[in-house]
């Protein structure tokens, strides 16, 4: 979303960290039909941890770092007196394009919704870093309580805007202190939810509903506590994403050679992200009609493609300077063939 020449590290490392996510989510709808629990602990835990570490943590990150990436853009282009409205509004549509056609596989998918919301934002751009900040605020709380999580994109878009007018990104060495004390505080809240949510869950997990089989009395009542977990999870989730973007950013400084792979993931994460979808979708389809699947292999083929992935994209940006896609969609963006090499 910059320019190559002028990237922030940090962002690229945070969009790997949401790409490294948001597999493990999407699978519960690639896969839904066919993902069952075992009978083990282990899946049982699997299935729970999903819910509370996972589910609407990532997706809030990687909504907040569009936000993010659209000021950015639009910021430089207009240092570069480069029609920036007229650039960013082409970019949108090309986006909304791309998401409808990725909604063919993934009917989940967040880059229409991110395109539709960046257009009506894009107001919000000239407005006063305050006013934006406490909008974005706001609105997270009032989201997540209510659980409205197609709408939460739009306020964490905001915030991210008001993150890049303060330029939190650009000067987020000069304020370690304070990121650390985010980090901790954070970090008790996390772990004290994680302890509450964690004995609210139903022992024998969620077993869905499935055509043909009639659940117990026992799974039917494990179901609507595990609905009462999730809905609470969902809620809290803003403070986990908190803890996740304030420790990253951190530790980022001390291992940052370590965190190359996250950064090279999220420098192609437009490419990964639709990646995931076709390689998730695409093993779906070759499955046998029948064959059922534990919460552990579940995660095994999503950590595996997230492997592949980072490898692909090293082993890509040594040779070009952006993804496939991010190339394709700077092209359509400018309006004229880019240099890749």
Request: proline share 4%; hydrophobic share 55%; charged share 15%.
């Amino acid at each position: 979303m910059q320019s190559n020449l002028n990237r922030i590290d940090l962002l690229d490392i945070l969009r790997g960290f949401a790409l490294v996510g948001l597999p493990f989510v999407n699978i519960l709808m690639f896969w839904g039909d066919r993902m069952n629990l075992s009978g083990t602990e282990l899946d049982i835990w699997i299935q729970r941890g999903l819910y509370l570490f996972v589910e609407g943590r990532f997706y809030a990150i990687f909504s907040f770092l569009f936000g993010v990436g659209f000021w950015i853009f639009l910021s430089r282009a207009e240092a570069k007196n480069d029609r920036p409205y007229r650039l960013f509004i082409r970019r949108m549509i090309i986006l909304l394009v791309a998401g409808l056609l990725h909604q063919i596989i993934n009917p989940g998918e967040a880059l229409a919704i991110y395109a539709v919301f960046g257009l009506f934002v894009l107001i919000f751009y000239k407005a006063p870093k305050q006013f934006n900040l406490i909008v974005g605020v706001v609105g997270i709380i009032i989201g997540s309580i209510f659980g409205a999580k197609i709408l939460l994109p739009l306020p964490l878009i905001i915030l991210g805007i008001a993150f890049g007018q303060y330029r939190v990104f650009e000067t987020y060495k000069a304020h370690k202190k304070m990121w650390a004390i985010i980090a901790v505080v954070s970090l008790l809240a996390t772990a004290v939810l994680s302890i509450l949510l964690w004995n609210i869950a139903p022992n024998i997990g969620f077993h869905p509903y499935r055509e043909g089989y009639e659940l117990t009395n026992i799974q039917f009542e494990a179901n609507q506590s595990f609905f009462y977990f999730a809905d609470l999870a969902m809620i809290v989730a803003p403070v986990f994403s908190v803890f996740y973007i304030s420790t990253l950013v951190i530790i980022e400084p001390l291992i940052k050679r370590m965190l190359l792979p996250l950064n090279h993931l999220g420098r192609m994460a437009l490419t990964n992200y639709i990646g995931q979808s076709v390689i998730l979708y695409a093993l779906n389809v070759f499955m046998p009609a029948q064959m059922m699947t534990s919460y552990l292999m579940a995660v095994i083929s999503c950590a595996a493609v997230i492997i592949v992935q980072a490898i692909a994209s090293s082993l890509w940006l040594k040779v070009f300077k952006y993804g496939p896609l991010e190339w394709l969609w700077r092209c359509g963006t400018y309006g004229k063939w880019l240099k890749i090499k």
